[in-house]
């Protein structure tokens, strides 16, 4: 099914670790972002790219690291895991077209550091 | 960044209509007015957007103000899967970003 496609979908890291959350589209899409949600409110905005090679910070930047080789795969590097990540993590992916189109969701990675 | 301001919660009945308000008093002539929903445990969904006009698609309908200072997300007939938290957000013209809110939560009784 097209989509956006979140790996995992839960894991548990220890303060220090690092590790990747993948992200992957099937649709052709050139914007693609990455938004974590703590409990209880909205999502914010980590880091974004509007195209292979080219990304940005959003809101919340710090301890995060992307990069955007190819159109479909959008990976989040978490450098050294600290329990103040600890949330919910999620990719979404657009069309560049401005405003006229909506956002398609991942399912979510929910992470816990301990 | 244009605000938006929601209620905190809502509740309907099942089968009933729900009109969900948005207040944004500072938008611009190039912010689109858009709405997501989030069911429990899941992903943000796009719902629908609109510019001036109103506009309907098979999952809702959205009531523009004529000054574009609020708008209404209108559910027909409310159904047990509709329950979740529902955002209203501005998006300027160019502009990818997505700003949440902590948005409404509806929640629809049997």
């Not at chain 1, 097209?2 to 589209?25: E, I, R, Y």
């Not at chain 2, 919660?9 to 308000?21: C, D, F």
């Not at chain 2, 069911?39 to 103000?65: C, D, F, K, W």
Request: charge should be neutral; aromatic fraction near 8%.
């Amino acid at each position: 099914n097209a989509g956006v496609t979140q790996t995992p979908k839960f894991q548990v890291l220890k303060t220090g670790q690092s590790m990747t959350l993948q992200c992957a589209q099937d649709m052709n899409h050139e914007y693609m972002s990455w938004y974590r949600q703590d409990p209880g409110m909205g999502l914010r905005l980590i880091h974004y790219s509007v195209g292979a090679g080219i990304t940005d910070q959003g809101e919340v930047p710090n301890g995060y690291n992307v990069s955007r080789s190819t159109t479909e795969d959008f990976p989040l590097r978490l450098l050294s895991a600290a329990p103040s990540q600890t949330s919910v993590y999620f990719c979404a992916s657009t069309l560049k077209g401005g405003v006229t189109y909506g956002y398609t969701f991942g399912s979510g990675t929910r992470l816990t550091v301990v | 960044d244009a605000k938006t301001t929601q209620p905190n919660s809502m509740e309907s009945n099942e089968e009933e209509p729900v009109h969900l308000p948005c207040n944004h008093s500072t938008i611009s002539g190039t912010d689109y007015i858009h709405w997501y929903r989030q069911l429990p445990s899941q992903g943000p969904e796009y719902v629908i957007h609109g510019l001036t006009s109103n506009v309907n698609n098979r999952m809702a309908s959205l009531a523009i103000a004529e000054d574009r200072k609020s708008s209404t997300l209108i559910l027909h007939r409310a159904t047990l899967r509709d329950a979740a938290v529902y955002y209203c957000i501005l998006r300027d013209l160019g502009d990818y970003k997505l700003s949440f809110g902590a948005g409404t939560t509806v929640t629809v009784r049997a």
